[in-house]
T-cell receptor
Framework: GESVGLHLPTLSVQEGDNSIINCAYS??????FIWYKQESGKGPQFIID?????DKRQGQRVTVLLNKTVKHLSLQIAATQPGDSAVYFC?????????????FGTGTRLTIIP | KAGVTQTPRYLIKTRGQQVTLSCSPI?????VSWYQQTPGQGLQFLFE???????NKGNFPGRFSGRQFSNSRSEMNVSTLELGDSALYLC?????????????FGPGTRLLVL
């Protein structure tokens, strides 16, 4: 079967510190992975994605690491700010015949402590 | 460019009733996807529409249906509501709904079934 899961449901980090949010997946055929951020009262917002043939991708203050050996995905946020407080979702995308299937994890709530 | 809009933002219904939710995608976007978000199940894919045709479907019962109009606006309908249908319903739009296109989410419609 396929599933996308998160190791921890909540994470608290001191402002200015780095945070790491983890995600496990089970479908080795997934084509790429996406991280979303969802703030209270808003829809998910795209953060960064990574193709399955990559190990690392960097964005502004964020880095996604993909370890295909252990089917693990992580999102690193550097120098966290209060605005980073949100729920973070990983999602895997599996391409089929003429369609794509997007499967989300249950989310991790990140709280930045001032 | 205006973002994805969803109406209504909040809705209260009773069991057995039906409900119709509306989504207006970003101008120029032809792909609209619908998701159900609950605390226990996270984000689950309902269906995707492209050019007025359902192109992709998740694992939801037939009580959940949708359609897309020629202007790309989309509606989803849930008939014979059950308590478990209480959730945040999100729609997301993208240009073609293919590849690593970014999906832009609306703020969601929060449905409460009593």
């Amino acid at each position: 079967g396929e599933s996308v899961g998160l190791h921890l449901p909540t994470l608290s980090v001191q402002e200015g510190d780095n945070s790491i949010i983890n995600c496990a997946y089970s479908n080795s055929a997934s084509d790429y992975f996406i991280w979303y951020k969802q703030e209270s009262g808003k829809g998910p917002q795209f953060i960064i994605d990574i193709r399955s043939n990559m190990d690392k991708r960097q964005g502004q203050r964020v880095t996604v690491l993909l370890n295909k050996t252990v089917k693990h995905l992580s999102l690193q946020i550097a120098a966290t700010q209060p605005g980073d407080s949100a729920v973070y979702f990983c999602a895997e995308v599996l391409r089929g015949f003429g369609n794509e299937k997007l499967t989300f994890g249950t989310g991790t709530r990140l709280t930045i402590i001032p | 460019k205006a973002g994805v809009t969803q109406t209504p933002r909040y809705l209260i219904k009773t069991r057995g009733q039906q409900v119709t939710l509306s989504c207006s995608p970003i101008s120029g976007h032809r792909s609209v996807s619908w998701y159900q978000q609950t605390p226990g199940q996270g984000l689950q894919f309902l269906f995707e529409y492209f050019s007025e045709t359902q192109r992709n479907k998740g694992n939801f019962p037939g009580r959940f249906s949708g359609r897309q109009f020629s202007n790309s606006r989309s509606e989803m309908n849930v008939s014979t509501l059950e308590l478990g249908d209480s959730a945040l319903y999100l729609c997301a739009s993208s240009t073609r709904g293919r590849g690593q296109e970014t999906q832009y989410f609306g703020p969601g419609t929060r449905l409460l079934v009593l």
